[in-house]
């Protein structure tokens, strides 16, 4: 009763942008009517989004428009270096067509409360190539206008790998980290590439599940044995381990999912109430499947399933953590749908009488992995006070690697590997 009681409590409708602006060339939806921003190799919901030359899978960028109205949207690319800032190359060298086209897949979302349109674009695509390998941002506009911007979003193009990756499992060096921290070891054999100066021509990037806000830039092979480029470091390519994510199963509004403690109709709209979370820093570290921090979008409220994407609706969802005193810092609930970032609109609030925070989101109905963080006054996520780490946790890491040799104007990503690392 007392949780019931909790729930009821009067939520904020906040805004959808985060109080920290990122960086120009991030991820970023600089509009509140844009949601679901899923972003993918076609077929293959929640995998990174990077492709090789020449090869014939392709990628697809998806979104919602909850002015459920029609829009002329177009989408553009920016190059990029190996540290996300725009190249000096002129946009026909690395695209073969024009500068700007329009998304011409849309429909209108069929049977839901709350009504939008969907957008879709796959590419490349008989109007865009892409010709070089390197970092890249999609930029989606309204009307080919630069002043109005709705997202960007990042990937990679490799070329076909000319370098092979060997990944080496080893503990973290700090022994402090041992049972906290995942550490990162590889070699990468150059035999068939001509390198002249491995340590200023080769360079790393290296992400945990997919996220460019805590990966780590610009690595550079410790010693050279031969063709054999060693990254053998000591506490240098570390990442807190986590927990397994907690996760919520949304994809119905008529019958209690994993995860959720109630279901009602509320204006026009449904409110699901998560279950009652407590931090976990402390716990017991038991295995569980998840999703490393993703979603999938689906429903289960109608025989036909064909079109999740159109006939899932949007939940206001509830989400409470009991935490027995407040926290100096703000909080909030993370995960991939924050877009990992600190948005304003899963900031939760501290309520007194329950010593919880609770706070609510408008989220498209399916099955979601999260997290509570504290904002840090630089404006990142502190994962480790609320949820504590483990060693065993299982997260999924990508390696990228780049090439620029000496004269080159641009960093070519010459292979790139994902894998999974934990017990």
Request: hydrophobic residues 35%; contains cysteine.
């Amino acid at each position: 009763m007392r949780y019931l009681l909790l729930t009821l409590c009067l939520l904020v409708a906040f805004g959808a942008r985060s109080q920290n602006a990122p960086d120009p060339y991030d991820n970023e939806v600089f509009v509140p009517n844009i949601k679901t921003v899923q972003f993918n190799l076609k077929g293959l919901q929640n995998s990174f989004p990077i492709y090789e030359l020449g090869k014939p899978a392709r990628l697809q960028l998806s979104f919602d428009d909850l002015d459920a109205d029609s829009k002329y949207y177009t989408y553009t690319f920016i190059h990029c270096d190996r540290n996300w800032q725009p190249t000096d190359l002129m946009f026909q060298e690395y695209v073969r067509g024009f500068e700007h086209e329009q998304i011409l897949d849309f429909e209108n979302s069929i049977g839901t409360r709350i009504p939008y349109t969907h957008y879709n674009l796959v590419f490349p695509n008989r109007n865009t190539e892409i010709t070089k390998s390197g970092n890249y941002m999609i930029v989606i506009l309204e009307q080919s206008d630069w002043d109005r911007p709705i997202l960007m979003r990042r990937f990679v193009v490799i070329e076909p790998p000319e370098v092979s990756i060997d990944i080496i499992r080893a503990q973290p060096g700090d022994v402090a980290k041992v049972n906290t921290h995942q550490e990162i070891r590889y070699q990468i054999n150059t035999q068939d590439l001509q390198v002249r100066d491995p340590k200023n021509e080769i360079s790393c990037t290296i992400l945990q599940n997919g996220r460019w806000d805590n990966a780590i830039y610009d690595v550079r092979s410790r010693f050279e044995n031969g063709t054999m480029l060693v990254f053998n470091y000591m506490d240098k390519i570390v990442f807190p381990a986590g927990k397994d994510f907690r996760s919520v199963d949304l994809r119905s509004t008529k019958y209690l999912g994993e995860g959720v403690f109630s279901l009602e109709n509320v204006e026009g709209h449904v409110r699901a109430v998560v279950k009652l979370d407590k931090p976990r820093t402390f716990s017991p570290y038991f295995t569980k499947i998840d999703l490393n921090g993703q979603f999938v979008i689906a429903t289960t409220d109608y025989p036909d399933v064909q079109y999740p994407d159109l006939r899932a609706d949007y939940v206001e969802t509830v989400f409470t953590l009991e935490t027995g005193r407040e926290y100096d810092e703000e909080v909030f609930v993370f995960g991939g749908l924050t877009e990992w970032q600190l948005q304003e609109r899963f900031r939760l609030r501290y309520e007194p009488e329950f010593e919880s925070y609770v706070g609510a989101g408008f989220v498209k109905q399916g099955f979601y992995d999260y997290i509570y963080v504290l904002a840090n006054a630089d404006g990142t996520p502190d994962e480790s006070t609320l949820e504590g780490n483990w060693y065993e946790a299982t997260n999924d890491y990508t390696l990228i690697v780049y090439y620029r040799p000496f004269g080159s104007r641009y960093d070519r990503a010459i292979a790139a590997t994902t894998f999974e690392w934990g017990l």
